[in-house]
């Protein structure tokens, strides 16, 4: 993949007929108008709205691949990088829409939204809907349809924008999202934690610590921590290093800025203490991530994976374990080993330990039904039933694939957690 010249940016203006800073397009044709574009790394300056109402494939969005299934909608902001597999045969809708045209932030539904099914970068950029739910989203977007081409109606701007506003109200209530559970407008920490999303995104170039954020919306960094938990797997400190490092991989890799001119964009006072933050965040260093000149293909070649551990042995109870084993693998190679003390046994701990360490995959025994569930919602691969045998061993026989994994059921108590 070309630098930064080669990153086309879409940019949608107001239609002169219409009035409208919105668009409505359709699968298959979509495809057939535009039919390499949309399968090379692309961004645009406006919000994107895809349903992929029928059909299975795969979506990149920001370095990471996504399943496509029937009714799964991504919400996609301006900025983010995005390309489709060389599939064709979706069935679904495209519904692009500049800023200016849901830009009334003075409703706090408004904000809710924009902040959590847009802007979210701390969880997964899609939802799933019901097929039921998916009846009525295609009665709302039938009638944008039609009313797209009533140009000079009453009321016809004010109009598109209910319908719009009506579509995200109906799937903030019903979509499924990646994320250990649905936010709610009326929980005070939600709220909070919307209004945390907001701030991390206007001013994560300049802003880096918890206690900054904290400062702005009056409250303790401990309360921005406890509502953070409420609302997330992730701490706060791990939402603002997680939108940070992702803001130096775009620029590292579509922009022909220097490392020395990145670390002054995104606030560090020098290239020493970037290095140091990329490399905890991505498990690289920021030049060779953006010289590498197959980096997509080497992302998804390095992997972190958690094994809960103690004296150097995988430990059989993962809810338990004193001490967890990071290894770093590229090219199907250990790069990287680092032995951490586990967190205090609490519900969840384990699981947002690991996922703020940057695992990808967790190899352990067994473990209960809640850590499953729990590392199934956050993106984590599971690998469960290894045996209690040397990390080195363990490791070895997973990358040769020669691993025999036995019963990964668990009945401690502990490892639900």
Not at 1 to 28: I, V, W
Not at 267 to 295: C, H, L, V, W, Y
Not at 334 to 347: F, G, M, S
Request: hydrophobic letters at 35%; charged letters at 25%.
């Amino acid at each position: 993949m070309e630098q930064e010249k080669e990153l086309k940016n879409y940019a949608m203006g107001e239609n002169p007929k219409s009035g409208l800073e919105l668009r409505l397009q359709f699968m298959p044709r979509f495809f057939l108008v535009h039919p390499h574009g949309p399968m090379v790394s692309h961004t645009h300056d406006y919000y994107q709205i895809i349903w992929f109402q029928s059909g299975h494939g795969v979506h990149r969005v920001d370095f990471k691949d996504y399943p496509v299934t029937d009714n799964t909608l991504f919400f996609l902001s301006p900025g983010q990088v995005h390309s489709f597999d060389e599939k064709t045969d979706y069935r679904g809708v495209i519904i692009q829409f500049n800023a200016s045209f849901m830009a009334d932030e003075r409703s706090n539904e408004n904000v809710f939204m924009k902040y959590n099914l847009f802007n979210a970068f701390d969880a997964s950029p899609y939802r799933r809907i019901t097929s039921e739910e998916a009846q009525r989203l295609e009665a709302i977007v039938n009638e944008m349809n039609r009313e797209y081409s009533l140009v000079g109606a009453f009321a016809h701007r004010d109009y598109m924008q209910y319908l719009l506003r009506i579509f995200l109200i109906r799937v903030q209530r019903a979509g499924e999202c990646g994320q250990t559970g649905q936010l709610y407008i009326t929980s005070q920490a939600n709220r909070v934690f919307i209004r945390f999303r907001q701030l991390v995104e206007t001013h994560f170039r300049t802003m880096h610590t918890v206690a900054e954020y904290a400062d702005i919306l009056c409250i303790s960094p401990r309360a921005l921590s406890e509502y953070v938990r409420q609302s997330s797997t992730l701490t706060p400190l791990k939402i603002i290093n997680n939108r940070i490092a992702l803001e130096a991989k775009r620029l590292l890799k579509y922009s022909d800025m220097k490392v020395k001119e990145i670390c002054a964009e995104l606030g560090f006072e020098d290239t020493s203490n970037f290095a140091k933050f990329f490399r905890r965040e991505t498990g690289m260093m920021p030049t060779d991530f953006k010289n590498s000149k197959q980096i997509e293909n080497t992302y998804q070649e390095m992997r972190k994976i958690a094994i809960p551990t103690s004296e150097g042995c995988l430990w059989p109870h993962f809810g338990k374990a004193p001490q967890v084993t990071f290894v770093t693998v590229e090219n199907n190679h250990v790069t990287n080993k680092e032995v951490l003390d586990a967190p205090e046994h609490a519900h969840g701990a384990m699981v947002r330990f690991i996922q703020e360490h940057g695992a990808t995959e967790v190899l352990c025994g067994g473990l209960g039904v809640g850590a499953v569930n729990m590392l199934k919602t956050v993106g984590i691969e599971l690998h469960a039933g290894a045996p209690a045998i040397a990390i080195d061993d363990v490791v070895k026989q997973y990358l040769d694939g020669t691993i025999e994994y036995g019963d990964s059921s668990c009945h401690h108590d502990a490892c639900e957690k």
